[in-house]
């Protein structure tokens, strides 16, 4: 991969013989094409790209809060590379047929300094809606009254996310998430965080459990 300064005609993008031309973080880059493989793929190599599917899979449709609130940018790696990094260590677990599965209670929706949630626990209400409740810990540490509540709730039957930011401060201690009524009956689980009112530190997220949607 190589820089270049933009000449008379400007940066190019795509495909120019055996080049590509791209842009990331405010730089015009060129990478050459890459080589097609002659040889099969190992086992080894094989698991790890199941792995990685499994992983980016599941993340992405969390990308925007992932990368918004999983760490900081270090170096080359953004928050949600970061994310990635973490899922593919500590939340695979072998499935049938040399499938991998998600370990939920390991999923992390955020990471950071800020200070988490206090017994949080979640309950079903009546038409399609949880109830998340926490203890309200403002003053302990870092925590401030102010700090936003980001829940994320995930069907698994359904395969579908649904995100809530914000969904109530920290002082609230409840919140109540209504969930679309074509994912009733679903078995959800259920992650929670705080972020601060500016959005610029997080807390290590709570995995709250797991419930279904009545």
Request: charge should be positive; glycine fraction near 10%; include cysteine.
């Amino acid at each position: 991969m190589g820089s270049y300064n933009k000449g008379i005609l400007g940066p190019f993008r795509g495909k120019v013989g055996p080049v590509i031309g791209y842009s990331w973080r405010g730089k015009d880059l060129m990478r050459g094409l890459p080589k097609e493989s002659t040889t099969a793929p190992t086992t080894a190599q094989l698991e790890q790209r199941a792995k990685f599917g499994t992983v980016i899979k599941f993340l992405t449709p969390i990308k925007g809060i992932l990368s918004a609130y999983f760490g900081k940018e270090q170096k080359a790696k953004s928050p949600f590379n970061q994310a990635t990094s973490y899922h593919l260590k500590e939340t695979l677990l072998p499935g049938p047929n040399n499938t991998w599965l998600i370990d939920y209670p390991k999923v992390l929706i955020s990471r950071g300094d800020l200070r988490g949630l206090d017994n949080a626990a979640v309950t079903t209400l009546a038409a399609g809606q949880l109830q998340l409740t926490w203890t309200d810990n403002s003053g302990q540490g870092s925590a401030s009254a102010t700090d936003v509540l980001i829940a994320v709730v995930y069907c698994t039957e359904m395969d579908e996310f649904v995100q809530f930011n914000p969904a109530a401060t920290r002082a609230d201690a409840t919140a109540t998430l209504n969930i679309p009524n074509y994912l009733v009956g679903s078995l959800a689980e259920v992650w929670a965080t705080f972020a601060t009112a500016e959005g610029n530190i997080a807390a290590i997220s709570t995995y709250v459990g797991s419930v279904t949607i009545v």
